[in-house]
């Protein structure tokens, strides 16, 4: 006899009304239906406004179903007993003044635990979070993976059945991503069942099974060696060589019939709409991974198109041999914390640099401090010539920058932010206009125009920063995490324009979580514990990652690196 469902789903539906008055209603989900037995993990994942997070929020009982049935426990969801149901929304739902003892007892007590009584259970949730030498420290203090962390820890206090994870990796680095899952598997238990809600289809391919949304109908149901499947034939790679690894990324990616491609550690990777392999010698046909099934179910069949938004980018590879940005002994310190210790490198124009580490590492801070917005405790820099310590102003003037956190106006439309930023740029009349025309075209804003900007799904908020971040085509381009919560055809759009953007002569800035992105650049720093503990080109982190043999890709030298300078302080304490 087959196991009773833990959730259950029937035909659920639900529509919202437009954003604006007049606007068409908006149907979240057509039709949904699923089940998910004791013990099982489902995979969440679809493009960009596909309907997750509203299918997450009636499955917690937070919103109430047009039509359709929604069981949890045999019970309608309306009689639920929150205490059997852990919820973890997207943004985590802290409070960042408080700290991670507080907020955790908080939710403790909200769910029916009292602290005081059940000491092992807070023992055991500090303990598997790594948090308990943290618990005076406020939450909004914490790095990205720690934050994420507590989250779950908030979510799931009072040891619930089903655990409903809303992108609980977004924004983490591939370490924290790592025990981010294992502490999901630590804490639900034999019994317990998980809903994983992700963008990261590589996340998502752990669990048993996957549900596929896209305009809020599912496209597929089953497990991810399914999902891949749909990829089958049509994958395609062939050895890469030294020279310019990103171009050929690029030349591949605008012949018609390829719906994308990637650079995986030495080979190039193609997905075809045929089975027939790119033109060019050397391709040979390779298995499908579920990313390259998620690209093909998503796929509207359109060819990639020169990128609009590096169109308007004057050509600036005149003077290649001077470094457009340059960091030179830059230290950062808060108090007794050293942030950021003796960073050196330089970016020359037409270049993508990319700083990696975990969350913590002290990346964000070099990237803040060559932006202007922190000031070194030692060491300087330059950017576009003009020196920080001195010409901070100058230096803005000459660089987009988009940050880790979306920091346009929630309360304005995507419309009066554009307008706003170009305006903040000089930017006035037809060319104030052209400007906001080829921006909204290139990144598909037209339909949010008259959408708050605060209410934009994550990955369309990304776009929107992309787009203000270049509006004035600067000759400097700082991007942090450009692509954390976008899906992965948004994120090959991404890539796309900022490849073209620095074929253009403007020097790139990026940080990024997702080696494949990595790869892109043309020489990359790790930093960790604060300190850069290599550089090179990601063919040179490869290569020296592990002693006496190459890693075959970038996150496998990402970790042996990081390993081994952890390794470091415990044989010197020996």
Known sequence: MAEAPLLRLEGVSKRFKGARRGAAPVDALRGVSLSLAPGRKLGLVGPDAGGKTTLMRIMAGLVEADAGAVELFGQPVSELDRNLVGYMPQSGALYAELTVRQNLELY?????VEPLEQPDRMEQLYRLTGLAAFTERPAGKLSGGMRQKLAMACAVVAAPRLMLLDEPSVGVDPVSRREIWQLALDLAGETS???WTTNIIEDAARCDELLLLHEGAVLYAGPPDGLAGHAAGQCFSRPLSDDGPRQALQALQLQAGVIGGRIAGPRLHALTRTSSPPSGPGWQAVAPSADDGFSVMLDRGEDLQPSQLAEAFPLRLDQADQPAIAAIGMTKRYGDFTAAQDISFTVHPGEIFGLLGPNGAGKSTTFRMLCGLARPSAGRGTVAGRDLSGGRAA???????????FSLYGDLSVAANLRFVAGSYGLKGPAARAAIERVVAALDLGPHWQAMSGLLPLGVKQRLALGAAVMHTPPVLFLDEPTSGVDPLVRREFWHHINAIAARGTAVLVTTHFMDEAENCDRLLLINQSEAIATG???DLRRNALPGLAA???????????EAQRQVPAEVAA
């Open 537 to 539: 080109t990601p063919r």
């Open 193 to 195: 069942s998980i809903v």
């Open 108 to 112: 403790a007590r909200l769910r029916g």
């Open 552 to 562: 075959d890709t970038l996150e496998e030298a990402f970790f042996a690196l990081i």
């Open 395 to 405: 230096a803005r003037e000459a660089m987009g920058y988009m940050p880790q956190r």
